[in-house]
């Protein structure tokens, strides 16, 4: 049965009779922590049902930015190559309830190659109801940022989308290979943001002008980086796995690709949560 208990002073969610609130989701199973804030309100059934309700006010002139990802406690982004082997279910959870907030998905184009992106997939159908009602779009819409182009246009990404959904948006740059360009305009909608870099102040502000007030980055490292240099991120949720990996500056990067920051970006730890060992931390910029 489903209870709510104190243990250790920490507030604990298990599966089976906890009632009521209406906000147990669907697939929801497992025990759930929440370390911060503490005590937990009684009403709040699911926390990762949370991550729907936090506050993203979009800052003048560009949506608001939250990058999600996970790492080991080493830092570690990625196992041979991939981020799968750092996840789990509760990981799964929260990144899904992130997509659930995203007007769009941005994304550099290492990790739509590393991780064989594909389309968004449809949120839970209470997130669905929530998106139209709000009169957004059911699914977040994917940016991929890319100066290459050196994308596959009969990638599922591109090829394989609900035929009811826009195509994705390649954000990329004026010297891009022509011929590149012209395989992918039939599949996806080419932006160019800059001569030989994408300016990803000026990408923000284009998709402001399209009404996407929450942008979602899932990375990588390179990308992550550019948008905390230039001060264009509001929140970091990351995933901490109880993992162990080496290799961190070589090739298992860690959060952030590049040099030292110039002013160490400060952030304020929002919410903790824990499952099966793993930590769910939302921190805000300040
Ligand atoms: N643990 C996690 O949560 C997580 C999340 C995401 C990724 N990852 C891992 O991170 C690795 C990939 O990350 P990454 O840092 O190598 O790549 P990335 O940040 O995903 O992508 C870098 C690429 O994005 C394009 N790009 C980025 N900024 C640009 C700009 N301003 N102008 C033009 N193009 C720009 C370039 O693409 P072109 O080369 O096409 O020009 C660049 O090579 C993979 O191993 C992946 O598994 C882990």
């Known amino acids: 049965m489903?209870?709510?208990?104190?243990?250790?002073?920490?507030?604990?969610?298990?599966?089976?009779?906890?009632?009521t609130a209406g906000s147990l989701r669907p697939g929801y199973r497992r025990?759930?922590?929440?370390?911060?804030?503490?005590?937990?309100?009684?009403?709040?059934?699911d926390p990762v049902a949370a991550y729907l309700d936090d506050a993203r006010p979009a800052p003048p002139g560009r949506p608001w930015v939250v990058v999600g990802m996970v790492a080991s406690v080493d830092g570690a982004t990625a196992v041979d190559g991939?981020?799968?082997?750092?996840?789990?279910?509760?990981?799964?959870?929260?990144?899904?309830?992130?997509r659930g907030v995203a007007d769009?998905?941005?994304?550099?184009?290492?990790?739509v190659r590393?991780?064989?992106?594909?389309?968004?997939?449809?949120?839970?159908?209470?997130?669905?109801?929530?998106?139209?009602?709000?009169?957004?779009?059911?699914?977040?819409?994917?940016?991929?940022?890319?100066?290459?182009?050196?994308?596959d246009p009969e990638a599922p990404l591109f090829a394989e989308r609900p035929d009811e959904d826009p195509p994705p948006v390649v954000a990329t740059v004026a010297s891009a290979p022509p011929e590149r360009?012209?395989?992918l305009e039939p599949v996806a909608e080419l932006v160019a943001c800059g001569p030989n870099r994408v300016d990803l102040t000026g990408l923000l502000a284009v998709l402001d002008d399209v009404g996407a007030g929450v942008v979602l980055c899932e990375g990588g490292p390179d990308l992550n980086h550019q948008?905390?240099?230039?001060?264009?991120?509001?929140?970091?949720?990351?995933?901490?796995?109880?993992?162990?990996?080496?290799?961190?500056?070589?090739?298992?990067r860690s959060l952030l690709a590049g040099d030292s920051l110039p002013i160490p970006a400060?952030?304020?730890?929002?919410?903790?949560?824990?499952?099966?060992?793993f930590l769910f931390c939302r921190y805000l910029v300040s």
């Open 2 to 19: 489903d209870e709510q208990r104190e243990v250790l002073g920490i507030s604990r969610w298990t599966t089976g009779g906890f009632s």
């Open 31 to 45: 025990d759930v922590d929440r370390l911060l804030p503490d005590p937990a309100p009684a009403d709040d059934a």
């Open 82 to 98: 991939r981020s799968g082997g750092l996840g789990g279910p509760g990981d799964r959870r929260v990144f899904r309830a992130l």
């Open 104 to 111: 769009m998905i941005l994304v550099g184009a290492g990790t």
């Open 114 to 151: 590393a991780e064989g992106y594909r389309s968004p997939r449809t949120p839970d159908d209470d997130v669905v109801a929530r998106r139209l009602a709000e009169g957004r779009a059911p699914r977040p819409r994917l940016v991929v940022v890319s100066g290459s182009l050196d994308l």
């Open 181 to 183: 360009r012209a395989a």
């Open 227 to 252: 948008l905390l240099a230039a001060g264009l991120v509001d929140e970091v949720c990351l995933t901490i796995s109880p993992r162990l990996v080496g290799g961190v500056g070589g090739a298992g």
């Open 266 to 277: 400060r952030l304020r730890l929002d919410r903790v949560l824990a499952e099966d060992g």
